[in-house]
């Protein structure tokens, strides 16, 4: 791409999810955008999937799904020039409730202090620059994306720590924290839109989904990369093709989507040198806030 060159090669962008596409509505711009400026993009997806509903008849045995959302994940990544994709074999938990929760492989039931560690092998192994997980909304309070939140944000801080498994690889300090952070009245409305407003959530649910405009500080235009991120979304075809779980959200919340992505920054206890890839992202293709 015109903009990459030798001073603009930045470190590493790592991000930890809980299910495939989890990455692709929130934040496939930035990852395209990171990959096109040379960024190293791995992605860290903790599970296959293998609970969400699905748009293709016949996949109603949880593990052949979880095997066909990992090639989706696979072919949604390369969508956006992004290789590194790896699954921690964990299994998607439901929604709380399910008789998924209680699988031994479920995510939910996993030792997170494990989970943590395991996560603290793989940063002091990529040193990211950048870590993007989920904030602690979870976006609409999905069980897996808390436990992926929690985690994360434990092995950022414990992959730094000296005292903390020297044997797992030298510390690492990632420069820059990031929580996807999408407007809690626009997931509302969405919800909403999509004509099942309860949607298994009750109404406490609903005041901790999404983050308050206030806290979002971080605002990207990713319209340069709208027909590579749409295709990332579209590869998740169990999800988005016809009668899958997202297929009906409304135009204008997908053209949103597309135009822009919204993160808040998170203070680490150090202050460390390296590049911040969302934040020279978004200095470059600042999107103007509402
Ligand atoms: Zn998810």
Same mark, same amino acid.
């Given at each position: 791409?015109?903009?990459?060159?030798?001073?603009?090669?930045?470190?590493?962008?790592?991000?930890?999810?809980?299910?495939?596409?989890?990455?692709?509505?929130?934040?496939?711009?930035?990852?395209a955008?990171?990959a096109?400026?040379?960024?190293?993009?791995?992605?860290?997806?903790? @599970?296959?999937?293998?609970?969400?509903?699905?748009s293709?008849?016949?996949?109603?045995?949880?593990?052949?799904?979880?095997?066909?959302?990992?090639?989706?994940?696979?072919?949604?990544?390369?969508? =956006?020039?992004?290789?590194?994709?790896?699954?921690?074999?964990?299994?998607?938990?439901?929604?709380?409730?399910?008789?998924?929760n209680?699988?031994?492989?479920a995510?939910?039931?996993?030792?997170?202090?494990?989970?943590?560690?395991?996560l603290?092998?793989?940063?002091?192994a %990529?040193?990211p620059? @950048?870590? =993007? @997980?989920?904030?602690?909304?979870?976006?609409y309070?999905?069980?897996?994306?808390?436990?992926?939140?929690?985690?994360?944000?434990?092995? =950022?801080?414990?992959?730094a720590?000296?005292?903390?498994?020297?044997? %797992?690889?030298?510390?690492?300090?990632?420069?820059?924290?990031?929580?996807?952070?999408?407007?809690?009245?626009?997931?509302?409305?969405?919800?909403?839109?999509?004509?099942?407003?309860?949607?298994?959530m009750?109404?406490?649910?609903?005041?901790?989904?999404?983050?308050?405009?206030?806290?979002?500080?971080?605002?990207?235009?990713?319209?340069?990369?709208?027909?590579?991120?749409?295709?990332?979304?579209?590869?998740?075809?169990?999800?988005?093709?016809?009668?899958?779980?997202?297929?009906?959200?409304?135009?204008?919340?997908?053209?949103?989507?597309?135009?822009?992505?919204?993160?808040?920054?998170?203070?680490?206890?150090?202050?460390?040198?390296?590049?911040?890839?969302?934040?020279?992202?978004?200095?470059?293709?600042?999107?103007?806030?509402?």
């Amino acid at each position: 791409m015109a903009d990459r060159s030798a001073e603009d090669r930045f470190d590493p962008l790592l991000l930890i999810f809980a299910h495939p596409d989890d990455e692709a509505f929130g934040c496939a711009g930035m990852m395209a955008a990171a990959a096109d400026a040379g960024a190293h993009v791995a992605l860290i997806c903790a @599970t296959r999937g293998e609970m969400g509903d699905s748009s293709v008849p016949n996949l109603d045995d949880p593990e052949i799904l979880g095997a066909v959302r990992e090639e989706e994940l696979r072919a949604a990544a390369a969508a =956006v020039g992004v290789a590194d994709v790896r699954l921690l074999d964990y299994r998607d938990s439901g929604m709380p409730g399910s008789p998924a929760n209680d699988h031994p492989r479920a995510l939910s039931r996993a030792s997170e202090a494990l989970l943590a560690t395991r996560l603290v092998v793989a940063i002091r192994a %990529l040193r990211p620059a @950048t870590v =993007v @997980t989920f904030g602690p909304d979870g976006i609409y309070g999905h069980p897996d994306h808390l436990v992926a939140h929690r985690t994360a944000v434990a092995a =950022v801080e414990l992959a730094a720590d000296p005292a903390f498994r020297p044997e %797992l690889g030298a510390t690492w300090q990632t420069a820059a924290l990031y929580f996807l952070a999408i407007p809690r009245d626009e997931l509302l409305a969405m919800f909403e839109q999509r004509g099942n407003p309860n949607n298994g959530m009750g109404p406490d649910m609903a005041e901790r989904m999404g983050t308050l405009r206030d806290e979002i500080d971080t605002w990207i235009d990713v319209s340069p990369w709208a027909e590579r991120k749409r295709r990332a979304m579209v590869a998740h075809l169990t999800q988005t093709g016809e009668g899958g779980p997202i297929a009906e959200v409304a135009e204008d919340a997908m053209e949103r989507r597309l135009s822009r992505e919204t993160f808040a920054r998170v203070p680490l206890p150090w202050a460390a040198d390296g590049r911040d890839v969302v934040a020279t992202i978004a200095a470059r293709h600042p999107f103007r806030k509402p």
